[in-house]
């Protein structure tokens, strides 16, 4: 497990999105649990190793946006907000998004967020 501090630059979604990634030696399709611009938090059970490069393609169910990027396991394991429980998977930073594919994850966000919002205030 790697410990990582949680000084985070972008605004983060908790999502549940279909993600098919590559590394060099296999295809794999998991859940992104956790959006932001920066990158997606991947729920797995058998994460791949830290610095690890993939390829990931996803699709954002708001605007039917189809996001390829590329990225790099910057860290694994996460802990469920609000408890001590380890979730397993992976944090992968984008390293490779083009701008349109950044507005359309930004704009997904604050549709979400916005969504989440007005929910909570009912």
């Given at each position: 497990?790697?410990?990582?501090?949680?000084?985070?630059?972008?605004?983060?979604?908790?999502?549940?999105?279909?993600?098919?990634?590559?590394?060099?030696?296999?295809?794999?399709?998991n859940?992104?649990?956790?959006?932001?611009?920066?990158?997606?938090?991947?729920?797995?059970?058998?994460?791949?190793?830290?610095?690890?490069?993939?390829?990931?393609?996803?699709?954002?169910?708001?605007?039917?946006?189809?996001i390829?990027?590329?990225?790099?396991?910057?860290?694994?394991?996460?802990?469920?907000?609000?408890?001590?429980?380890?979730?397993?998977?992976?944090?992968?930073?984008?390293?490779?998004?083009?701008?349109?594919?950044?507005?359309a994850?930004?704009?997904?966000?604050?549709?979400?967020?916005?969504?989440?919002?007005?929910?909570?205030?009912?």
């Amino acid at each position: 497990m790697s410990c990582r501090s949680d000084h985070r630059q972008d605004p983060r979604l908790d999502v549940h999105i279909r993600v098919d990634y590559a590394s060099r030696d296999m295809f794999i399709s998991n859940y992104v649990t956790n959006l932001s611009t920066g990158g997606v938090f991947i729920q797995t059970e058998n994460p791949l190793p830290i610095q690890s490069e993939i390829q990931l393609i996803f699709t954002l169910s708001e605007n039917d946006t189809v996001i390829q990027a590329k990225g790099r396991v910057v860290w694994t394991y996460d802990i469920k907000k609000g408890t001590s429980r380890i979730i397993p998977g992976m944090g992968v930073k984008f390293t490779d998004l083009s701008p349109e594919q950044k507005t359309a994850i930004q704009n997904c966000i604050r549709k979400l967020s916005a969504d989440t919002e007005a929910f909570s205030h009912k």
